[in-house]
T-cell receptor, first 115, second 114 residues
């Protein structure tokens, strides 16, 4: 069964460094998302992406964040200059977008630790 | 504004007991979608169910059942004859009609004691 994959599973970085989190959505899906879950808290929406542009973003998704779909398969989240409070699990998700299927399929997550 | 409330932070039950996880939502949309996800200790989010706002039929899948009531804006989840493997954090989520955003509740941590 097709699934969303994310790499790396765990990333440790120093404050101020740039990180890129990578996701490979399900191949025929058209909508892509990033979510964040700070340890022990709820999952929070960051950004949605469709047709090579951001369709919605939350207040969390400030200028330090950017997303890109550099080729036909990868979907990346870049954090320009990481802060301690960026430490969280980051989930990528994708959605087919046709018909009535509003289900988002989530990847296994990347745990980001900023030291 | 969309909002999902899971008032139960933690629940513990003894194996084989039934348990109901509550979810109350707020939305101004007439068309929306409700979801339940399971997050086991390994951290991934596992899809359990999706329900459309115009379909109030309750659903049963094995030991799982869901009760959707628009009149009370609730979408409760019941596990019958709970098992240790059911121990996880369960999230209720709401999606607007466009499907572009998910609003998650704060989750209910379920512990099933053998």
């Amino acid at each position: 069964e097709p699934e969303v994959t994310q790499t790396p599973s765990h990333q440790v970085t120093q404050m101020g460094q740039e990180v890129i989190l990578r996701c490979v959505p399900i191949s025929n899906h058209l909508y892509f998302y990033w979510y964040r879950q700070i340890l022990g808290q709820k999952v929070e929406f960051l950004v949605s992406f469709y047709n090579n542009e951001i369709s919605e973003k939350s207040e969390i998704f400030d200028d330090q964040f950017s997303v890109e779909r550099p080729d036909g398969s990868n979907f990346t989240l870049k954090i320009r200059s990481t802060k301690l409070e960026d430490s969280a699990m980051y989930f990528c998700a994708s959605r087919l977008g046709f018909g009535s299927s509003y289900e988002q399929y989530f990847g296994p997550g990347t745990r980001l630790t900023v030291t | 504004a969309q909002k999902v409330t899971q008032a139960q932070t933690e629940i513990s039950v003894v194996e084989k007991e039934d348990v109901t996880l509550d979810c109350v939502y707020e939305t101004r949309d007439t068309t929306y979608y409700l979801f339940w996800y399971k997050q086991p200790p390994s951290g991934e989010l596992v899809f359990l169910i999706r329900r459309n706002s115009f379909d109030e039929q309750n659903e049963i899948s094995g030991r799982y059942s869901w009760n959707f009531q628009k009149s009370t804006s609730s979408f409760n989840f019941t596990i019958t004859a709970s098992q240790v493997v059911d121990s996880a954090v369960y999230f209720c989520a709401l999606s607007e009609a466009s499907g572009n955003q998910f609003y998650f509740g704060t989750g209910t941590s379920l512990t099933v004691i053998p």
